[in-house]
T-cell receptor, first 113, second 115 residues
Framework: ETGVTQSPTHLIKTRGQQVTLRCSSQ?????VSWYQQALGQGPQFIFQ???????GRGNFPPRFSGLQFPNYSSELNVNALELDDSALYLC????????????FGSGTRLTVV | GENVEQHPSTLSVQEGDSAVIKCTYS??????FPWYKQELGKGPQLIID?????GEKKDQRIAVTLNKTAKHFSLHITETQPEDSAVYFC??????????????FGAGTRLFVKA
């Protein structure tokens, strides 16, 4: 059974650029959630995808968008990067949508300069 | 929306002692409460969870209690070991309506277990 894999592990971008982060969910999981974790903080919910549709969103602006593919893998896209977007971005998959525990990936460390 | 507060932010205990981390939540509709452990350079790992129809759950040295009336839940680790040193997060899950599901995390507790 494979876990959640995220790519890339580290990324440096310039303010104003766009970035795409990728996530492969754990085998058998059909729901993917994305979180932003600033240094020393708890993960902040960005959004969740279930069956290729957004199924819940946190307090993030529209420049944060996502996709889920038929194989349940997912992408997080961030446009017009700002310095405050520098953080660890975590992807988590779960067996179903609803109240279930997550399996997290190790994250993508994004630095915006 | 849901807000989860977690205390303390840092906790230092001697090996073999117990550790207790407490959380409160704001949305009475929350009905699933997982706890995660995050080690350096890794994503959070689910260690135990509890649903709103249960008051207490135990798994070896780890136990969680839930008081829905007071909107409090706590993590108890007994006989702590150095490998328990990590950051622990509580979380509350709410949703199921048109807004979908959200799992909201606390700010974390950094636990140090001294050998």
């Amino acid at each position: 059974e494979t876990g959640v894999t995220q790519s890339p592990t580290h990324l440096i971008k310039t303010r104003g650029q766009q970035v795409t982060l990728r996530c492969s969910s754990q085998s058998g999981h059909n729901t993917v959630s994305w979180y932003q974790q600033a240094l020393g903080q708890g993960p902040q919910f960005i959004f969740q995808y279930y069956r290729e549709e957004e199924n819940g969103r946190g307090n993030f602006p529209p420049r944060f968008s996502g996709l889920q593919f038929p194989n349940y893998s997912s992408e997080l896209n961030v446009n017009a990067l700002e310095l405050d977007d520098s953080a660890l971005y975590l992807c988590a998959s779960s067996l179903l949508t609803g109240h279930y525990g997550y399996t997290f990936g190790s994250g993508t460390r994004l630095t915006v300069v | 929306g849901e807000n989860v507060e977690q205390h303390p932010s840092t906790l230092s205990v001697q090996e073999g002692d117990s550790a207790v981390i407490k959380c409160t939540y704001s949305d009475s509709a929350s009905n699933y409460f997982p706890w995660y452990k995050q080690e350096l350079g890794k994503g959070p790992q689910l260690i135990i969870d509890i649903r709103s129809n249960v008051g207490e759950k135990k798994d070896q040295r780890i136990a969680v209690t839930l008081n829905k009336t007071a909107k409090h839940f706590s993590l108890h680790i007994t006989e702590t070991q150095p490998e328990d040193s990590a950051v622990y997060f509580c979380a509350a899950s709410v949703g199921g309506g048109t807004g979908g599901f959200k799992t909201i995390f606390g700010a974390g507790t950094r636990l140090f277990v001294k050998a």
